[in-house]
């Protein structure tokens, strides 16, 4: 009797053992799933195609202090316009608005540099300052320190820096 006991006592220990196994194994992939489908707009947005060099643009230095984001078109774009979400394709040159030295660049590269507008991949001044923007268009943002990198040093951005970058929109990507 207690053998018949030990072997039904062995083998609920294996349902459980096994049914557990099952259980977690189906919430992992349950969970990755889950997981890629609400990211997939941010895994999509990447560029491999070579784009053309561009010349560096004159450096743009504000003449009073920057309190709030400025945007200025320099080149009006064509088609829809970018929003939240879209994956914009673009290059861009910034610069320090105390110097006008550049910090960052891939004007002078052949790789353009993809994100999407909203999801926080960026500085919130690109974030608010690209909205609208349409392909083919050129901006000039002013970007206060509070919507870049605030009272924190970057690389080569000292704390509390404005920054002014030039961004060409290459393309929206759907």
Known sequence: MTKIRER????VGII???VSALALSAAVIIQQVM?????STSQNCTDNAV???????SPYIPKTAVTSLQTIDLTAGK??????GDCLVVKYYGTLASTGMAFDENFTKTTGFAFTVGEGQVIQGWDQGLIGMKAGGTRLLVIPPSLAYG???N???????T?????KLLRIQS
């Open 8 to 11: 039904a006592f062995a083998w």
């Open 79 to 84: 088609g829809q316009a970018a929003q939240a």
């Open 163 to 167: 920054l002014v970058f030039v961004v």
């Open 16 to 18: 459980i053992f096994t």
């Open 155 to 161: 690389g080569s951005i000292p704390a509390n820096s």
């Open 151 to 153: 009272n924190q040093a």
């Open 51 to 57: 784009e053309p060099t561009l010349s560096p643009p």
């Open 35 to 39: 997981s890629n489908s609400s990211s």
